[in-house]
């Protein structure tokens, strides 16, 4: 609890709530919530954004067992497809954040967004 | 030899999440829908399971770093239990239909959020390098 030295904005209740708020976006969309997570640790805890990305990443690993846990009761997760993606994603996310520091990511990332765009349209239309 | 396909598929949403700084579930449902042609309910629960190792791995990579503050973390996971268990049902109960469009309208919220970070970077990087020298 000596944490005096960070600048705290918020306390228990503040995580709490978010944890709330990320158990259930994480559930219902099948992603981590760091979308939600980030910004909220950012006004509501008075984190920067470093110390808020990390921690949320560190946050997603309990709320998508979760999720897991009880899509799997379900019968929804396919857990061979899930291994067979999310290992090779190690090694693939190595490489992303390696050539995050070579390339200039700007003009890609528009490129991207646009993509993601593009790939909503297709979910909807198909 | 479509196992294969699907594991460059993961090495590639991989890759997008590394460079991009999303998560990877707004690739890997995505991927698990129209590339697998799984449902959008069980590419969504699958996706749940794939994000583990890798943010596992991330938080791994972090530690030196200090940044992650574990017991605020924990928190935040210990608060998520019971919501996370009834986004499952909810998501379980909704129609297909629904969960896709949903799942639509966060990408295009992501994309946006996204583009909105990098001219706020791009800008900090400009104000960093400050205004040209002057002779003195």
Known sequence: MAEANSARHGGIPQLVAIGAAAGMFSAVFG???????????????????????????????????????????????????????????????????????????????????????????????? | ??????????????????????????????????????????????????IVPVALLGSWQQRRHGHIRWRDAGVIGAASVVTAIAGAFIADAAPERVLRIAFAALLVVTAAQLCLRSRRDARARAAAAGPPPTAP
């Not at chain 1, 921690?55 to 846990?69: C, E, Y």
């Not at chain 2, 479509?2 to 449902?29: K, Q, R, S, T």
């Open chain 1, 31 to 126: 992603v981590g919530g760091g979308i939600l997570v980030v910004p909220l640790l950012i006004t509501l805890m008075g984190y920067d954004t470093r110390t808020a990305t990390a921690t949320s990443l560190a946050a997603i690993i309990f709320v998508a067992v979760w999720g897991t846990v009880a899509h799997g009761a379900l019968g929804n997760v396919e857990y061979g497809h899930a291994m067979l993606v999310g290992i090779p994603a190690m090694l693939g996310v190595t490489l992303g954040v390696a050539l995050k520091r070579r390339l200039p990511t700007e003009v890609l990332t528009y490129l991207f967004a646009g993509m993601m765009v593009a790939v909503a349209v297709l979910l909807v239309v198909e």
């Open chain 2, 1 to 50: 030899m479509e196992l294969l396909a699907v594991a460059l598929l993961g090495v590639a949403a991989g890759v997008v999440a590394g460079l991009f700084g999303v998560g990877g579930g707004v690739i890997f449902v995505p991927a698990l829908t129209l590339v697998v042609g799984l449902s959008q309910l069980h590419a969504e629960a699958t996706s749940l399971l794939a």
